[in-house]
């Protein structure tokens, strides 16, 4: 993907063109996201995983699972709104993959007929930061909420692409970090996913 979207931007038309040359820098940069993401989530899964130690402006990397999502977000009209997150202490390309997978989520399990309404915001936990995205969907039973996080578990709405494995990499990526996951029902409807990650002593609230 990386090579066809290089030689798509070198071509003449496209390089003239400052709609297509933006266009194909935006893909450029996505595709070398995703190329880093996958990455570290295979050595992830081969080796036990290495983290990486450095501060997370969540905020940041929440706009930029925006942007990698906005054919998502456009398809279906929806509304997502990011809300200041914090900066905590661990490794980026995990932690963008945990939110990427509950964005993604929250955008594709809606209500037939209804855009997705999606809202990612933070608040202090029990241990640290609490993360969450909240959606008007589907939702998913109290009984199922946990089982949602075992390989190749899927819940009941089958129209859905996915094979079950983002859930339960994201609470091996958690849980590598020391925090927690899961699921709960939100009020008035649909779900809310979250995290919570431990204080690093250098973390602080910050502006997304």
Not at 50 to 56: C, H, I, N, P, T
Request: aromatic share 6%; hydrophobic share 40%; charged share 20%.
């Amino acid at each position: 993907m990386i090579g066809y979207v290089q030689e798509l931007a070198d071509l003449p038309s496209v390089a003239a063109d400052p709609e297509g040359r933006w266009l194909a820098e935006r893909a450029g940069q996505s595709a070398a996201r995703m190329h880093a993401q996958m990455t570290e989530l295979l050595d992830y899964g081969h080796v036990g995983g290495r983290l990486g130690s450095e501060d997370v402006d969540l905020g940041r990397v929440a706009y930029l699972v925006r942007d990698d999502l906005g054919d998502l977000v456009r398809a279906g009209g929806a509304d997502l709104v990011i809300h200041t997150l914090p900066v905590v202490r661990g490794d980026e390309h995990q932690l963008r993959s945990v939110l990427q997978n509950f964005i993604s989520n929250a955008l594709k399990f809606t209500l037939p007929g209804v855009p997705a309404r999606v809202t990612v915001s933070a608040r202090r936990g029990e241990a640290g930061s609490r993360v969450e995205v909240a959606d008007r969907g589907v939702g998913v039973p109290l009984e199922q909420a946990a089982g949602v996080f075992t390989l190749f578990e899927r819940t009941g709405q089958v129209d859905v692409e996915g094979h079950g494995i983002g859930l339960a990499t994201c609470q091996r990526i958690i849980e590598a970090h020391g925090g927690r996951i899961g699921l709960e029902p939100r009020a008035g409807g649909g779900t809310v996913a979250w995290f919570e990650l431990p204080d690093a002593g250098t973390g602080v609230w910050g502006q997304p």
